[in-house]
């Protein structure tokens, strides 16, 4: 039997959410059935290139500047499928899949794309192709219920949508119980470390996370924080940091190809976010035993059951962090209740073989009905 050919078709392959499940998937795909190729167009975001290789992944990249220089690459990457042989192609984030879309129309080759996001919260650019787009491929998932409501209630497509929930690699994402990376910072031995992995933007109110960090300190000296990650809005968020004169205790370690240590280091995961699909950080962090505190923003509060897997607080309520994380200082045993259950729950539903499984078996349906 030949392997089915798929062709993922992704903006950049940063250390963003989506762009770090596409190594994680490929290391648990089944490699005997299938073979996966990746085109990305943004050079300069390549974090994830060598480990898509290391897994098995073939890699190209079409160099485009600009969002319309992307989909004038629609014709090498026809060229591209009819070289390779592929049977499917797999697109992830708006950009990505409006070039798909327009590969569709031109060859018929089925095509898949993952909303990552809510339809609420894009430009009013992006909206507007994405609806007119829309049907110009054979399935659609969404990372979380909210998504695919989002994608129903805005597009009403007339093409299949489904969920499809992110899971994480529960084998790969394990404490090792290391301080080391509190050792390379300089952070106390005792010390209660909160952490973040996040892109710099608006929706991860990295200030407002700041502020939850410096009110807990008025009465916790011993609270430390770590924010892996960076983006537009560094700036910004690095003056709050000074203003705060939280220089010696909230360290920003930029972007990490390898995040696991870091996790190791948080005893909390704290997201302050106005609005979220399905966070990757947030499953990586719960497998990693980190105790999760968050707004209940998009898909987490179809992650975290409040008071169960984690705490949650209403979006616009944010300063409920404080409180809630008070609730963890104060009660040592309750934490280490919070990072158990946390991983108990990635582990039996958002286990990232759950998910390659599901995603097969769709690969499987559309492939043999080309």
Same mark, same amino acid.
């Given at each position: ?52 290789? %290391?897994? @098995?992944?073939? !890699?190209?990249?079409? *160099?485009?500047?600009?969002?319309? #220089?992307?989909?004038?690459?629609? +014709?090498? &990457? ?27 129309? %031109?060859? @018929?080759?089925? !095509?898949?794309?993952? *909303?990552?996001?809510?339809?609420? #919260?894009?430009?009013?650019?992006? +909206?507007? &192709? ?50 080391? &990376? ?189």
């Amino acid at each position: 039997m030949s392997k089915i050919k798929i062709l993922h078709i992704i903006k950049s392959l940063g250390r963003g959410g989506a762009e770090m499940l596409l190594p994680e998937t490929l290391k648990i795909h089944n490699k005997d059935r299938f073979e996966f190729h990746y085109i990305y167009f943004l050079p300069w975001k390549d974090q994830m290139v060598s480990s898509i290789e %290391k897994a @098995g992944g073939r !890699v190209t990249c079409l *160099e485009a500047k600009d969002n319309m #220089r992307l989909l004038f690459q629609y +014709k090498n &990457i026809i060229d591209y499928c009819e070289q390779h042989k592929i049977d499917l192609i797999h697109c992830h984030l708006p950009w990505a899949g409006f070039v798909g879309r327009l590969v569709y129309k %031109k060859t @018929g080759i089925p !095509v898949i794309y993952s *909303e990552h996001n809510m339809q609420e #919260r894009y430009h009013i650019a992006t +909206k507007s &192709i994405n609806k007119l787009t829309f049907n110009s491929q054979s399935l659609v998932f969404g990372v979380s219920n909210d998504v695919t409501d989002s994608i129903k209630r805005n597009i009403n497509p007339n093409i299949p949508v489904k969920t499809l929930l992110n899971g994480v690699n529960t084998n790969s994402f394990i404490s090792n119980h290391t301080d080391s &990376i509190k050792k390379d910072l300089g952070i106390p031995e005792n010390a209660v470390v909160i952490g973040n992995v996040a892109v710099f933007r608006f929706q991860k109110r990295l200030v407002e996370w700041l502020k939850v960090i410096d009110e807990l300190r008025k009465e916790n000296g011993n609270i430390y924080g770590i924010i892996v990650g960076a983006g537009p809005l560094e700036d910004e968020i690095k003056e709050e940091w000074e203003k705060l004169n939280l220089q010696d205790t909230v360290f920003f370690v930029g972007l990490q190809t390898e995040v696991r240590p870091y996790f190791d280091a948080m005893d909390i995961f704290m997201m302050s976010s106005s609005f979220e699909g399905l966070p990757i950080a947030l499953l990586e962090a719960m497998s990693m035993e980190c105790a999760i505190v968050s707004t209940d923003a998009g898909g987490i509060k179809e992650v975290i059951r409040n008071e169960k897997d984690g705490l949650t607080v209403p979006i616009n309520e944010w300063r409920c962090l404080v409180p809630a994380i008070q609730l963890l200082l104060d009660d040592h045993d309750k934490l280490e209740y919070f990072k158990k259950a946390a991983r108990v729950r990635v582990e039996e539903s958002f286990s990232l073989e759950r998910m390659v499984s599901e995603l097969e078996n769709f690969y499987i349906d559309l492939a043999s009905n080309e």
